[in-house]
């Protein structure tokens, strides 16, 4: 096991496949900034999916047992099932799991598990269209999400739902959320609304915390907290009484988490973070292209983890969060 300056391990990693997305989600990538002329990246400087597997092994031999795609839209990545069922092949990795808007699901969601996907998390921030559609801004209803997410239930997926709460943008749904997915059985998880990149117009009053949701949500239903899995355990997990039906909490501004946090990021082109915050990232790809041999990689991932001293989240103040220069999401995944 491999730790950092505050001892933290490295065991989990979030790939980011893709920086492009179907939808233009007023918080995450508005149309203004994310429109026609955005320059994406090139195919070519994605990490193609030999890429991608062998520093995912690499990563593995160090210790990290769960990888979670995401992006952009990582369902947008062409033939995504392979690039699963490769890691899945990889030894020592016991979950692999996938962040998506749902919008592909449907279509996708037993090809995934067949290729060895275990869980996904379908992001969905309203159930009211027209709360919806301005949300994505891209026309879709959560119609066709909500079949998504019967689907890939019917292809044997784990499934949770992640909504992120804005105040002004959804604080109507929180409850309406809570009802539908109780009864269908799915957890769903409340996400604070965070600083990331550059683009998104956040300030600490557009936030709900997770204690302003919880006083909401305890008017209408009986829920009794529920003690995390692990240590490192990222939601602050709740139970409808009587129920096995869970509710969480990802309370990244209000309760950060930052001291246990194991986890490393590997952005669309190969850069590695280990900050959802972070200024800047290592060039892997640049090792991957120019012939280093596994044990290079691994020590360069070693040395990395080993310097970490980032705790952005602990000691965020109203002026770091404006003026910090950080990466916008759907760039180093979400
Ligand atoms: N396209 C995929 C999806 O929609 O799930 C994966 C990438 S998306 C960036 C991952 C998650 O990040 C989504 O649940 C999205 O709502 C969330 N997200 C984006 N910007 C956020 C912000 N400023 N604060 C909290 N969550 C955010």
């Known amino acids: 096991m491999i730790t950092d300056k505050f001892g933290r391990p490295l065991q989990d990693l979030r790939i980011s496949i893709i920086d492009r997305c179907n939808f233009r989600c007023t918080y995450c990538m508005p149309k203004e900034i994310f429109g026609k002329d955005f320059a994406f990246m090139p195919k070519e400087q994605l990490l193609s999916f030999e890429e991608i597997e062998r520093l995912a092994k690499n ?5 990290i047992r769960k990888i979670r795609l995401t992006g952009g839209e990582p369902l947008l990545r062409r033939d995504l ?3 699963i069922e490769q890691l899945a092949r ?7 799991a996938l962040t998506t808007n749902g919008f592909l699901l449907g279509a996708l969601a037993n090809k995934l598990k067949d290729a060895g996907l275990h869980r996904v998390n379908v992001s ?12 994505n801004d891209s026309g879709v209803g959560p119609a066709r999400i909500l079949r998504g997410i019967t689907k890939a239930q019917e292809a044997g997926l784990e499934v949770k739902v992640n909504m992120v709460v804005k105040k002004g943008m959804n604080d109507s749904q929180i409850v309406p959320m809570a009802s539908y997915f109780k009864e269908q059985g799915i957890t769903l998880r409340y996400i604070e609304f965070m600083d990331v990149g550059q683009t ?11 204690k302003e949701i919880l006083e909401e949500l305890c008017k209408h239903f009986s829920l009794e907290p529920v003690e995390p899995n692990y240590i490192g355990e990222v939601a602050k997990r709740y139970r409808y009484a009587g129920t096995s039906t869970e509710v969480g909490f990802i309370t990244s501004v209000s309760e950060s988490f930052c001291s246990t946090c194991t986890r490393a990021r590997v952005a669309a082109d190969g850069k590695v973070y280990t900050c959802l915050f972070s200024e800047g990232g ?3 790809r640049e090792l991957l292209r120019t012939g ?4 290079e990689i691994k020590t360069a991932i070693m040395n990395i983890w080993n310097s970490r001293e980032d705790r ?6 109203e002026e770091s969060a404006k003026n910090k220069k950080k990466i916008e999401m759907s760039y180093i995944g979400g």
Do not use: M
Not at 125 to 135: Q, T, V
Not at 312 to 317: A, V
């Open 59 to 63: 990563f593995v031999e160090l210790g």
């Open 200 to 210: 998104n117009g956040w300030d600490f009053s557009k936030v709900i915390t997770k």
């Open 124 to 135: 969905l921030d309203a159930l009211d269209d027209r709360a919806f559609k301005e949300i």
């Open 312 to 317: 952005y989240s602990d000691e965020r103040t």
């Open 81 to 83: 099932p392979v690039l």
């Open 292 to 295: 280093k041999s596994d044990e």
């Open 90 to 96: 990889l030894h020592d990795l016991e979950d692999i």
């Open 282 to 284: 290592f060039d892997f």
